[in-house]
């Protein structure tokens, strides 16, 4: 199938459990949830649904990666460079092994796309 239809993403009730990640000192871990979707013949590039409770942990993701925020408030810090803020609506691109620090003040929900740059 060259076409998957992924309706109404923000609406979506059910997203499996993808375990946590350690907040920052002294913050409490943070909940991660997910729908991931295959693309036939393009297994290594990673799609779909990405949620987490509020709170701060740092970006481990090393490929480079695009996405768009359905839901949720708060910003991205990447090392050495200015905090970006985000609400829904907005996108983000993050080149391979953009380093920094999330912090939600709300839960947010995005759309992502993970892939190799190279």
């Known amino acids: 199938m060259k076409v998957q ?16 990640v350690a907040g ?15 693309i036939p013949g393009k297994e290594d590039i990673d799609t779909g ?3 987490c ?6 970006r ?3 490929q480079a990666e ?4 359905l839901d949720g408030n708060g910003s991205f ?6 905090t970006l803020t985000f609400t829904p609506g907005d996108t983000f691109f993050f080149a391979a092994d953009t380093e920094g620090t999330w912090v939600m003040e709300t839960p947010m929900r995005k759309l ?5 740059a190279s």
């Open 60 to 62: 481990s993701v090393k």
């Open 112 to 116: 992502y796309v993970i892939f190799d």
């Open 5 to 20: 239809k992924l309706a109404q993403p923000a609406a979506i009730k059910v997203l499996e459990p993808w375990g946590t």
């Open 24 to 38: 920052l000192e002294g913050a409490s871990a943070v909940q991660l949830l997910g729908l991931q979707k295959v």
């Open 77 to 82: 810090t990447p090392d050495g460079e200015e």
């Open 66 to 69: 695009i996405m768009h925020f």
């Open 53 to 58: 409770s509020a709170g701060s942990y740092r």
């Open 49 to 51: 649904i990405f949620a």
